[in-house]
T-cell receptor, first 109, second 115 residues
Framework: GQSLEQPSEVTAVEGAIVQINCTYQ??????LSWYQQHDGGAPTFLSY????GLEETGRFSSFLSRSDSYGYLLLQELQMKDSASYFC??????????FGAGTRLFVKA | GAVVSQHPSRVICKSGTSVKIECRSL??????MFWYRQFPKKSLMLMAT?????????EQGVEKDKFLINHASLTLSTLTVTSAHPEDSSFYIC???????????FGPGTRLTVL
């Protein structure tokens, strides 16, 4: 079967750094994406890693190790507005994408 | 980034009626569109993949006669929930992509409530 594992919840304080891990087991792999979703809203694209290594976009960075079937999303200088659900997703073929169950991030003052 | 719209954003209907949801790519031509379903505090579950001009590919367990998908043009796909029942109540989200994109872009979602 195909599966993506990520923690269900993470809590951190404003200004801190948090890392959300994702391990995957899929029949195909083109790349790993991360999406942010606030309650009641649609997912918004954060990052995409097709190759090993770290991609940085402002306060957010994403890492991929294909040999370990592992990636993470790193959020720095946390702000209250970062409280949301974060989904890792694997593009398995063409543009078909399998989503993880999501990690709810709670940012406290 | 690319913009995808959905209409309506919210719909309430009676059991047994059919509901059509539209998904449009506003500033790009979407060769592929996806339809997802999401229950509260749960992940997105892919229902079907739709390529312009061809029949949709449904995921296992999704009834194609109940969830009719039409991708008539490069900017429009529709999902029709036929003979809706209360268990069909959910958040339906479409996404769209083109061959040049690394990712898919999501619409704002449609919250369907079947009474």
């Amino acid at each position: 079967g195909q599966s993506l594992e990520q923690p269900s919840e993470v809590t951190a304080v404003e200004g801190a750094i948090v890392q959300i891990n994702c391990t995957y087991q899929t029949s195909g792999f083109y790349g790993l994406s991360w999406y942010q979703q606030h309650d009641g809203g649609a997912p918004t694209f954060l990052s995409y890693n097709a190759l090993d290594g770290l991609e940085e976009t402002g306060r957010f960075s994403s890492f991929l190790s294909r040999s370990d079937s592992y990636g993470y999303l790193l959020l720095q200088e946390l702000q209250m507005k970062d409280s949301a659900s974060y989904f890792c997703a694997v593009r398995t073929g063409g543009f078909k994408t399998i989503f993880g169950a999501g990690t709810r991030l709670f940012v406290k003052a | 980034g690319a913009v995808v719209s959905q209409h309506p954003s919210r719909v309430i209907c009676k059991s047994g009626t059919s509901v059509k949801i539209e998904c449009r790519s506003l500033d790009f031509q979407a060769t592929t569109m996806f339809w997802y379903r999401q229950f509260p505090k749960k992940s997105l579950m892919l229902m079907a993949t739709s390529n312009e001009g061809s029949k949709a590919t449904y995921e296992q367990g999704v009834e194609k006669d109940k969830f009719l998908i039409n991708h008539a043009s490069l900017t429009l796909s529709t999902l029709t929930v036929t003979s809706a029942h209360p268990e069909d109540s959910s958040f339906y989200i479409c996404s769209a992509t083109s061959g040049r994109m690394d990712t898919q872009y999501f619409g704002p979602g449609t919250r369907l409530t079947v009474l």
